[in-house]
T-cell receptor, first 114, second 112 residues
């Protein structure tokens, strides 16, 4: 398996622009997580899905952030409008309920908002 | 959710054994303890998981006392490539929920 695939790997944008981050989980995994990592706040859980349904979005910073999972093989995290404080590395991870619960992370999307 | 507390940083030298302890005083009956390793510019990677007593795999050992309020990750004979951030997570696995929260982690620096 190719692992969790995220795109883009790097994005530089200007304040006010819309940003869309994409994630393809490992086939067969039924949980998908979006995390954000910064030096100041560490690794924060933003939202997670189970069987494509959002279960807990309490970590989403504000209404500018939204996440969708239209099918089992694709998820997006959208920021609109983006702000400089959104600059971070965004990780997507997936896991399969039936195994040890191990999280498999993608390589991350590094976002810089100018 | 069980809160975890780890040392922020640790230093070691090549060839030494490193033990990183994590406190989780309010661990629940259904919770497992999982450790992840993160290198710069990469996502965290699973190292080891346990429920009680001792677990060992090819890279580490995990010691969990009977009260389960703490756990210790043991890395035998570390090398420079073990320099990374190590996270302790506590939470249910299998069919019992998915909210997995990372603490601040322990930054391990291995020196020659």
């Amino acid at each position: 398996d190719a692992g969790v695939i995220q795109s883009p790997r790097h994005e530089v944008t200007e304040m006010g622009q819309e940003v869309t981050l994409r994630c393809k989980p490992i086939s067969g995994h039924d949980y998908l997580f979006w995390y954000r990592q910064t030096m100041m706040r560490g690794l924060e859980l933003l939202i997670y899905f189970n069987n494509n349904v959002p279960i807990d979005d309490s970590g989403m910073p504000e209404d500018r952030f939204s996440a969708k999972m239209p099918n089992a093989s694709f998820s997006t995290l959208k920021i609109q409008p983006s702000e400089p404080r959104d600059s971070a590395v965004y990780f997507c991870a997936s896991r399969m309920t039936a195994n040890t619960g191990e999280l498999f992370f993608g390589e991350g999307s590094r976002l810089t908002v100018l | 959710l069980a809160k975890t507390t780890q040392p922020i940083s640790m230093d070691s030298y090549e060839g030494q054994e490193v033990n990183i302890t994590c406190s989780h005083n309010n661990i629940a009956t259904n919770d497992y303890i999982t450790w992840y390793q993160q290198f710069p510019s990469q996502g965290p990677r699973f190292i080891i998981q346990g429920y009680k007593t001792k677990v060992t795999n090819e890279v580490a050992s995990l010691f969990i006392p009977a009260d389960r309020k703490s756990s210790t990750l043991s890395l035998p004979r570390v090398s420079l490539s073990d320099t990374a951030v190590y996270y302790c997570l506590v939470g249910p696995i299998y069919n019992q929920g998915g909210k997995l929260i990372f603490g601040q982690g322990t930054e391990l620096s291995v020196k020659p």
